[in-house]
């Protein structure tokens, strides 16, 4: 059997009607919009980088490998380390490889695994010595003498806008050195990446300190990596200026406004109790 729930009589009960409609219509309204910004707070914050940091950010990426007469041992080292550290974090990267001219080996989009046979290869064969009983760079036969980091990067952004690669990434692995008639053309490319708003990050092997100075004017102390850095996730990027998610933030500060407004505009009325009397 149904029971009315207990009340209080009251003779202004029409006039508290109107009052309690528009009450619960608020009510309904600022519980949508909570509901809202709860969902946009939460979709927001799904887009949240909060896993560990990646040494290529973009969806794809492009490995850019100087392997010039200049490469010496150490240098490989930091090559084999940095192809290590892409495999390890499953990335997404193509693969061009240069000297004064630049070869595309791997189209974007390649999983970084394929990268595995390369690091075999990335090691200076010693036995097989020059005239000058030197070490014979392993990719001499492929290469002229001289070298041009304008035409790898050019060559990279060739590839990110021919495949419609986007938020492309290039991440270049060099000593730094170029021929002196390349600097011009080094800084119309970096000029040009910056226009396209592609990113470049540098791991810099054992540079001179012109070639540290030229990319350091052009990119930014922040862009160069040293390879040492690679053993740890971390080193690489705590340097970086961490940004605050402003969109969450205001969103969830949007959310609290709307549960205090609910509290104030739509909340239960509350009655004063009687006074007690003495007798």
Known sequence: MWHRAPAVYSHDAETLRAVSLRTRLLSVLIALGAVTLLVIATASARGLNTGPPRLLSGQAGILVIDLSASIGEDDYEGIRRTVRRLIDEDASVGLVVFSDVGYELLPPGT???ELRPLLRLLVPRRPTLDDAGLPVNPWAQS????TR??????LARDVLVRDKVKNGFILLAS???TAPQ???DLARTLNELRRQSIPIRVVALSPLRDGRAVFEGLLGKSALIEPSQLRNPQPVWEKRRVELPMEFLVLGGLLFG????HERFAGRLGLP???RTHA
């Open 111 to 113: 999983p970084a695994s």
């Open 143 to 146: 290469f002229r003498a001289g």
């Open 149 to 154: 980091i304008s035409t790898a990067l050019a």
């Open 175 to 177: 000593d730094l050195v």
């Open 182 to 184: 390349d600097v011009p």
């Open 258 to 261: 709307v549960l205090a407004a």
């Open 273 to 275: 109790y009687p006074r």
